[in-house]
């Protein structure tokens, strides 16, 4: 006794080592004389069959909350993720989790059935949840690899993610067309900067990826062979070919002097970066209506949805899956099947053709 204060532990020898066991002060948290005995015995047992219960009190101090691993996985994993990867799962990750409880508990302590409930309660954000999952199951592995739990812990496992709709939209050429007129217009009243226009029109004519072309240097373009070659870009190295107009595009733009960059920002020696609210203006401009998807959402074409257009373009011009891959820079070929009902309209169109020919000649006419 200290102080008057009644104290159980364990004290026992064995396999060459003495074990010091603190189990607590009576009467606090309900410890009784009894259930500090129960617990003691349990104790000895474990000592029996080899464990250490002084270093596994150690180990469950020494666990990191999930913030802490989450940190972790940002520093480790930030030179291998691509810088835009980056940024967005810390903007999802301190979203949802950073500042919830979740963030705060010890790893251990998470179980599945906690991220289920995560899971669910995102559930009218369905692609955002899925995300979330995604990221903690990657936290769960780096947390393992730096031996904080054992192979194989991961509470993610067995949590369906949500059925999502896929969000593609196709721009008709009579929408391109009224997305023309309207580049004319505030091309020639100069209510929209030359260079977010120039970027708009490059997205159209090269399907390429938004920030392939925000962040293209003027280094990269090969006029005499009519190519963009990309040192890196989401799938690596990538060449993209230029048609005609892109390349008049391109020879015409004027170029900043000491700026490197094809699109050019607001500030010297820059690339633009927020390209998303001139196209919203363009957009609504043009008139472009947004379509709703089975589930209730409201979809917009957003600028991603260009380089779905010009996939489409080039498919309703006979262009086969793959070759609409290699033009693309996919690296998977399930990305380009995506793309495989779009070849009805071309093959209804020789279909046609064809019946009507056999119903001509059937009929003796030529």
Not at 23 to 50: C, F, S
Not at 203 to 210: K, P
Not at 223 to 229: A, N, S
Request: aromatic fraction near 8%; proline fraction near 4%.
């Amino acid at each position: 006794c200290q102080l008057g204060a009644k104290v159980y532990f364990v004290r026992k020898f064995a396999f060459g080592q003495r074990h010091y066991f603190n189990i607590g002060e009576h009467a606090k948290a309900g410890l009784t004389e009894r259930k500090a005995r129960d617990q003691a015995e349990r104790i000895i047992y474990g000592i029996k069959q080899g464990s250490n219960p002084t270093a596994e009190r150690q180990k469950m101090r020494d666990m990191p909350t999930l913030n802490k691993i989450a940190d972790l996985f940002f520093e480790t994993q930030g030179a291998k993720l691509k810088r835009s990867t980056l940024i967005d799962y810390k903007s999802s990750y301190n979203t949802h989790v950073r500042k919830s409880a979740m963030g705060k508990l010890k790893l251990d302590r998470i179980t599945h059935q906690n991220l289920t409930a995560l899971h669910h309660r995102m559930r009218e954000k369905r692609r955002s949840a899925n995300k979330i999952l995604q990221i903690l199951s990657s936290m769960f592995s780096e947390a393992q690899r730096a031996g904080y739990v054992e192979f194989g812990f991961n509470p993610t496992k067995g949590i369906k993610h949500f059925k999502t709709e896929a969000r593609q939209r196709f721009l008709s050429e009579t929408e391109l067309a009224q997305i023309g007129d309207v580049l004319s217009q505030v091309e020639d009243d100069g209510s929209e900067c030359l260079y977010a226009i120039a970027a708009i029109r490059l997205l159209i004519f090269t399907g390429a990826r938004r920030n392939e072309i925000l962040t293209l240097r003027w280094e990269w373009v090969d006029f005499e062979r009519g190519v963009l070659y990309l040192p890196d870009s989401k799938t690596g190295g990538k060449v993209i070919h230029l048609s005609p107009p892109a390349l008049e595009l391109l020879t015409t733009l004027p170029r900043v002097n000491g700026n490197p960059y094809v699109i050019v920002g607001q500030t010297p020696g820059t690339h633009w970066v927020n390209l998303r609210k001139p196209w919203v203006r363009i957009r609504d401009l043009a008139g472009i209506q947004p379509i709703t998807l089975p589930d209730g959402t409201v979809q917009h074409v957003r600028l991603h949805d260009l380089r779905h257009s010009f996939a489409s373009l080039a498919v309703n011009g006979g262009a086969s899956l793959p070759m609409i891959g290699a033009l693309l820079g996919h690296s998977q070929v399930s990305t380009t099947a995506r793309y495989a009902h779009l070849a009805d309209d071309p093959l209804r169109k020789v279909n046609d053709e064809a019946g009507n020919r056999a119903a001509n000649a059937l009929s003796g006419k030529r």
